[in-house]
């Protein structure tokens, strides 16, 4: 599991934090629109799951059945 991946528990806090501009990545992005949002019982499969998406193959997947 990687730290720096932002799997969280709190998803209204971390969607606050995007859309008051303190998250650099989206800053320049708002204001942000929740489209989708998976939750795991295992922290685990939530990791592995966001690395997937982030993949060549993740990224079409996302694109064509999550957005």
């Keep these: 599991m990687n ?3 932002p799997v969280v528990n ?3 806090e971390r969607f606050n934090r995007h ?3 303190k998250v650099d990545y ?3 992005r708002l204001p942000l629109t929740l489209v ?3 939750a795991f019982n295992d922290k685990k499969n939530a990791y592995q799951f966001e690395k997937y998406l982030k993949s ?3 990224f079409a997947f ?3 059945r999550l957005i």
Aim: no cysteine.
């Design 3 to 5: 730290p720096s991946t």
């Design 10 to 12: 709190n998803l209204r």
């Design 19 to 21: 859309n008051q501009g």
């Design 26 to 28: 989206t800053k320049e």
């Design 36 to 38: 989708t949002y998976i």
């Design 56 to 58: 060549g193959s993740g």
């Design 62 to 64: 996302r694109n064509k």
